[in-house]
């Protein structure tokens, strides 16, 4: 089996929208990413929430494997690719997520329950307020598979 090759940056500056990034990758491609979630989930971004104006002090890390800001704040590309797959809704679309639940005949209820997630969180996958994550995307494969 081919080895797939890790996402690679070219160049990054911040977004229009506070905490987004546009991201041209090595292979051609570019994505608008909003990395808002991470940056307010984890202490070790606090710097760039304490200083907004910081965020847009951001550059490509070396080889093109991370993105980097004073302080060594410091983002994974593949994080990165990540996020943008998941956001861009090549992982599962909200569409896609709605038919996999009402071809199995799951209530939100019974779908989070099989999924191990809140009915909350499942309605906002479901109406394209939040990105499916691709764990459970590949979870909403392994319940067909089984």
Same mark, same amino acid.
């Given at each position: 089996?081919p080895?797939?090759?890790?996402?690679?940056?070219a /160049? $990054?500056?911040?977004?229009?929208?506070p905490f =987004?990034l546009?991201? $041209?990758?090595?292979?051609?491609?570019? @994505?608008v $990413?909003?990395i808002?979630?991470?940056? &307010?989930a +984890? #202490?070790?971004?606090?710097? !760039?929430?304490a /200083? *907004?104006e =910081?965020?847009?002090?951001?550059r490509v890390g070396? +080889?093109?494997?991370d993105?980097v800001? =004073?302080?060594?704040?410091d983002m994974?590309?593949?994080? !990165?690719?990540?996020?943008a797959?998941?956001?861009s809704?090549?992982?599962?679309?909200?569409?896609?997520?709605?038919?996999?639940?009402? &071809?199995r005949? +799951? =209530?939100l209820?019974?779908? %989070?329950?099989?999924l191990?997630?809140? #009915?909350?969180i499942? @309605?906002?996958?479901e109406?394209?307020?939040?990105p499916? *994550?691709?764990?459970?995307?590949l979870?909403?494969?392994?319940?067909? %598979?089984?």
């Open positions: 089996m080895k797939k090759p890790l996402p690679r940056i /160049a $990054v500056e911040a977004g229009d929208r =987004t546009r991201i $041209v990758w090595r292979h051609g491609g570019e @994505s $990413v909003d808002s979630e991470p940056i &307010n +984890y #202490r070790f971004y606090a710097p !760039l929430r /200083a *907004p =910081t965020f847009g002090q951001i070396e +080889y093109g494997a993105i800001w =004073t302080d060594g704040i994974a590309a593949e994080t !990165l690719w990540r996020l797959q998941e956001q809704g090549a992982t599962m679309s909200a569409e896609a997520f709605r038919r996999w639940r009402e &071809n005949a +799951y =209530t209820d019974a779908a %989070a329950k099989a191990g997630v809140s #009915r909350r499942l @309605s906002y996958y109406h394209g307020e939040k499916i *994550p691709r764990t459970v995307a979870a909403t494969r392994g319940l067909d %598979a089984g």
